[in-house]
């Protein structure tokens, strides 16, 4: 399992050192929060974003995916993400899925299509590492508790933190835990005890309590946004694969259908047979259920 595997410290500090990198490289100090602002980064890093609501079937589960096309110039970057994740969840998908882009590991650059379990799991402590950094978390919890040492004693006053860090800092809330406790600010016994909150429960304390303080943000990090879509520049090479004769009609309407999109949007005329109209209906059924 993943979640079982103990990193090292020095393994630790080369993935802080690679997440304060990336935050440099864009601008982006160690106190400001990222956020949506990652959407951005994928845009800098000419990574074009397919968005999809994916649903989990059996053992298959897709949170996001990285995708590398090689070309005669610079490769074609794609990143596949899962819109029927809760909109905190598909930040922090995303934020692991650039640690495979910045470190080129993972799937898209290895032939061996097995994970590794290491990898993953620093991929994880990256995006943690990137969107809320340890100098941030720190500062943060010596204004709160004036100590680095949080107590169960402190349970209720605990929960209303978390709620507060989620709202300023969008990660979901076991990874806000994971970092209190990967960081030494809370013991195992407080870190059980907070982990199991099952915290998107509307009986749970943890719901009522992020609802109480900021309704607005606990509506938008607790939705499951089933975006379709894809970067205008993805759009763009679709739209230009067209004109040029790379793709037949069929094949461009199904296409557009996956992002809920029409040739008529853009302007196209076209008709397509009934048969057709029915086919592209049960392959959206079937990705529907993926």
Same mark, same amino acid.
């Given at each position: 399992m993943i979640k079982n595997i103990v990193l090292s410290s020095f393994q630790i500090e080369e993935i802080k050192k690679k997440a304060i990198e990336v935050r440099k490289v864009f601008g982006v100090y160690e106190d400001v929060p990222i956020a949506s602002d990652i959407f951005m980064l994928l845009e800098k890093n000419n990574i074009i974003l397919c968005e999809f609501p994916f649903q989990s079937s059996g053992k298959s589960h897709i949170d996001a995916t990285l995708t590398r096309f090689e070309t005669n110039g610079e490769p074609?970057?794609?990143?596949?993400?899962?819109?029927?994740l809760h909109f905190d969840e598909q930040i922090f998908a995303i934020a692991h899925e650039l640690y495979h882009f910045i470190t080129k590991t993972g799937k898209s650059y290895t032939e061996d299509m097995e994970e590794d379990p290491l990898n993953e799991r620093q991929a994880d402590r990256f995006a943690a590492e990137l969107?809320?950094?340890?100098?941030?978390?720190?500062?943060?919890?010596i204004l709160e508790f004036q100590t680095e040492h949080i107590t169960s004693v402190q349970y209720l006053r605990v929960l209303r933190f978390i709620a507060r860090l989620q709202c300023e800092w969008w990660l979901p809330y076991r990874a806000i835990v994971n970092r209190l406790f990967e960081e030494g600010y809370i013991q195992k016994e407080l870190f059980q005890r907070l982990y199991k909150m099952e915290d998107r429960n509307e009986d749970s304390l943890y719901f009522r309590i992020f609802k109480a303080l900021d309704p607005n943000?606990?509506?938008?990090?607790?939705?499951?946004?089933?975006?379709?879509? !894809?970067?205008?520049? =993805? @759009?763009e090479i679709i739209l230009l694969n067209y004109e040029?004769?790379?793709?037949?009609?069929?094949?461009? !309407?199904?296409?557009? =259908? @996956?992002?809920?999109?029409?040739?008529e949007d853009f302007g196209y005329e076209m008709?397509?047979?009934?048969?057709d109209l029915e086919e592209i209906k049960d392959l959206l059924g079937g990705m529907n259920k993926c």
């Open positions: 074609i970057i794609f990143m596949g993400l899962n819109t029927s969107l809320l950094p340890g100098s941030a978390l720190r500062t943060q919890v943000k606990h509506m938008l990090l607790n939705k499951r946004t089933g975006k379709k879509g !894809v970067s205008g520049r =993805a @759009m040029e004769g790379l793709m037949p009609d069929d094949e461009f !309407v199904q296409l557009l =259908a @996956m992002f809920g999109k029409s040739p008709s397509v047979a009934s048969e």
